[in-house]
């Protein structure tokens, strides 16, 4: 450092000691609150840091603006509506249970915080089904599956072992088509009067079901009615709706449900029991396993 340098700054005297905001004799700070301020501080202060950092710091105490101070500005609170969900209960007063395969079970849609889209469940069958021929049982299936349950005026659809239904949802949640999903196999045998020696086996079907909020028609999502017999006069399909492509999103969870029906037809009398007459009134013989058993999967 140059020694006139240092004289020249020795002039000026020993340092002032700071002094707090508003004491007498000193400017305000620039980091004073504006509100804290009287006429002749704030004037001082305007002096002191220019009129553009005091308008900056007044504008700070406004209410209503995110500045760190007083009066944040804060969002609008929002509320949430819940979305749609579905779900499907079992009437199980409509239980049924035939031979031979034959049963029927009942569920009923609902759809909560509702609103319009469509219910498009995918639907799986497994037949595992053999037929009493003279040389003993025999594996069956497909299209000789139907051909046998022809002959007694039933329809098994045995080809049929994948597909997809749609149901539509207005607005309020009303389920288009009755509201209501069944499944069900008609007994798998030749003959009205024979029950006993004719199948054995199981017959098991899942369906797996979402709600896709949605304005779009059906047939723009590739549905028709009577497009699958075994899904009745519903909106179906052989084809997998491609539901990304097409801007559908489901909702809530899916809702998964499966039966299988077993069943055993097999003639377990003796020789001489099944020589005997039996009673105009007595009906068929009925082997007990050949009654359906059915568990819910």
């Given amino acids: 450092m140059h020694a006139r340098d240092e004289a020249k700054r020795n002039t000026l005297g020993p340092p002032r000691p700071r002094r707090a905001v508003g ?25 002191r840091a220019g009129n553009a950092a005091v308008g900056r710091l007044l504008a ?43 049963f029927s079970r009942r569920r009923e849609w609902t759809v909560s915080n509702p ?6 469940q995918r639907v799986t069958r497994e037949f595992d089904v053999e037929r009493h021929t003279p040389q003993g049982w025999t594996p069956i299936s ?26 539509r949802v207005g607005e309020d949640g009303t389920v288009g088509d009755g509201g209501d999903d069944t499944f069900g196999l008609t007994a798998l045998i030749p003959t009205a009067g024979q029950y006993h020696d004719t199948t054995r086996g199981s017959y098991t079907i899942r369906g797996e079901a979402a709600f896709y909020p949605t304005a779009q028609a059906p047939a723009a999502l590739g549905f028709q009615r009577h497009a699958v017999t075994t ?6 399909s052989t084809t997998a ?34 020589a005997r007459p039996r009673a105009a009134t007595a009906g068929p013989y009925t082997p007990r396993g050949a009654w359906s058993t059915v568990v819910e999967l």
């Avoid at 709706?241 to 499966?258: D, E, I, N």
């Fill in 115 to 120: 609103q319009r889209g469509v219910i498009i």
């Fill in 231 to 236: 899904a009745g006069g519903l909106y179906s």
């Fill in 241 to 274: 709706p491609q539901v990304s492509a097409l801007g559908l999103t489901p909702s809530g969870s899916p809702v998964r449900f499966g039966v299988r029906a077993s069943w055993d037809s097999t003639d377990k009398r003796s020789a001489s029991a099944r």
């Fill in 23 to 47: 004491a007498p004799g000193h400017a305000p700070d620039a980091t004073a609150v504006p509100g804290d301020l009287s006429p002749q501080a704030l004037l001082a202060l305007q002096r």
């Fill in 142 to 167: 497909g299209p000789a599956l139907d051909a046998y349950v022809a002959t007694s005026g039933g329809s098994a659809d045995a080809t049929v072992l994948e597909y997809w239904e749609l149901w």
């Fill in 60 to 102: 700070a105490r406004r209410p209503g603006v995110d500045s760190g101070a007083a009066g944040v500005q804060r969002a609008p609170a929002t509320t949430t509506t819940p979305a749609p969900a579905l779900d499907a209960v079992l009437l199980t007063g409509l239980n049924e249970e035939g031979i031979c395969g034959n």
